[in-house]
């Protein structure tokens, strides 16, 4: 029986099983991918995750993290404005972060199985967690941090998993000696929008995010950057400059934004498994690593006190997930909505409403403040 199972080793299970771990606790991570590996992302992290890291013991910056204090945006058409970045963010692509956090978990005696988890069972106030080999795992707490969308929301009867969503994301690291290293850019093209920033080799990450209904109408991602995303001349001028350093790019498909719960047949939800906030805020990271340190609060209080107990730690959770968070996924909802609609883009563009002081407020609005280590 562990005190802790994490379904998940992502950002949000591995900063829980790291948090957790720092008292003593007995924790399984059950991952079903071995690290290290690469990942659709922006790989844009806001530094509202600094301090909390470091209290842990992750120091981002001197793994070669880069300084990012410029935002650049243009629309279809591209017209395109730039703001300074009030707190900043750093580029780290998720094969090195996820690795970094992999290693430290383990050093503070973390257990690892890589293995896809089926089902979670709960009963008599604990779980069986069974993966796909059918060997079944006991623990009093499991959190559950798999991602947007997995087998796994099926066998719990997730709404969103049987519906069909119509998001598809597509990433690749190239070499750009001219891209700035202080900048992350946001363009926009027909159904969709790229974000551009440097990561700790010094290649450039491209990550987009596109519709499938203007997706299908092309050959593949090939056909599609050249006849749509290259529309908007920054990213044109980026894929001809560029030279790709994956052999294919990755891509992933039925990305769902509709809301989630944070508690599920009693596991604790956290990160992208509670809620995805629109890429394009740049904050799914920070609120993964936030959400993790939510969960490992109330769940510590579990494992400590008797009197804390798990309607306690529920309820309790449940209220500082919507505290922190449902603003922000309500604002990230709203502002892919006027980014894609191309009228009121070039309203916002006419009427010099599309300015740097929008922008800043907008990032405000879709962003948290630094996560303080307690
Ligand atoms: C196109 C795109 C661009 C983005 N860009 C940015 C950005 O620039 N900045 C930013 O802050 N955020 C960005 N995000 C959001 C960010 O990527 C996520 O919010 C973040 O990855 C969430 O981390 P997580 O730990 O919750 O999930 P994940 O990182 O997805 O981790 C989940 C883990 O669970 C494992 N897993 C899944 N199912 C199972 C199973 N059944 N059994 C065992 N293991 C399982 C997976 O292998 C994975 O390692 C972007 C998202 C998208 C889609």
Redesign the pocket.
């Known amino acids: 029986m562990y005190d802790v199972i994490v ?9 829980t099983a790291i948090d957790l771990s720092r008292f003593g606790y007995d924790i399984l991570v ?4 071995p690290y290290p ?1 690469h ?8 530094k509202e995750v600094a301090p909390y890291l470091k209290g842990l013991g992750i120091d981002l910056e001197a793994a070669g993290a880069v300084e990012i204090s410029i935002f650049e945006m243009s629309t279809i058409d591209c017209k395109t404005v730039t703001a300074k970045l009030s707190l900043g ?1 750093l580029g780290i692509s ?1 094969y090195a972060f ?1 690795n970094i956090l992999f290693e430290k978990a383990k050093t503070q005696g973390v257990t690892f199985v890589f ?4 089902d979670v069972v709960y009963r008599n106030d604990s779980f069986q967690v069974i ?2 080999d059918d060997m079944a795992y006991e623990a009093r707490i499991v959190v559950g ?8 929301d099926k066998a719990l009867n997730r709404d969103f998993m049987f519906k069909k969503h119509a ?1 598809l ?3 690749g690291h190239y070499r750009n000696q001219s891209f700035p290293e202080n900048l ?1 850019a946001l363009h926009n093209f027909e159904g969709g929008y790229g ?1 551009l ?1 440097k990561t700790e080799t010094g290649a450039v ?1 491209f ?3 596109t519709h499938y209904k203007s997706f299908k109408k092309h050959s593949g991602i090939t056909d599609f950057n050249k006849n749509v995303v290259s529309k908007n001349r920054h990213l044109k001028e980026f894929l001809e400059e560029s030279e790709p350093i994956f052999e294919n790019p990755l891509s ?1 498909a039925q ?1 769902s934004f509709e809301k989630k719960q944070p508690i599920v047949n009693h596991i604790m939800m ?5 809620g ?2 629109h ?1 394009l ?8 690593i936030h ?2 340190k939510l969960a490992s609060t109330s769940i510590q209080k579990y494992l400590e006190n008797t009197d804390f107990d798990r309607s306690a730690m529920e309820r309790e959770y449940t209220t500082s997930w919507n505290t922190t968070f449902k603003k922000r996924l309500w604002a990230g909802r709203k502002l892919q909505h006027v980014l894609l609609h191309r009228k009121w883009m070039n309203v916002a563009v006419r009427t010099s409403l599309l300015s740097e002081r929008l922008l800043t407020s907008v990032i405000a609005k879709t962003h948290g403040k630094p996560i303080p280590y307690d």
């Open positions: 379904v998940g080793g992502g950002l949000a299970g591995l900063t059950l991952e079903s991918n590996h990942k659709v992302c922006g790989e844009y992290v806001s963010g998720r996820e293995k896809k988890v089926t993966c796909q941090a798999y991602g947007k969308r997995s087998g796994l998001w994301a597509v990433k992350v974000g920033s990450n990550c987009y995010l992933i990305i956290c990160g992208d498994t509670a995805l906030i890429p805020c740049g904050n799914g990271m920070a609120m993964a959400g993790a």
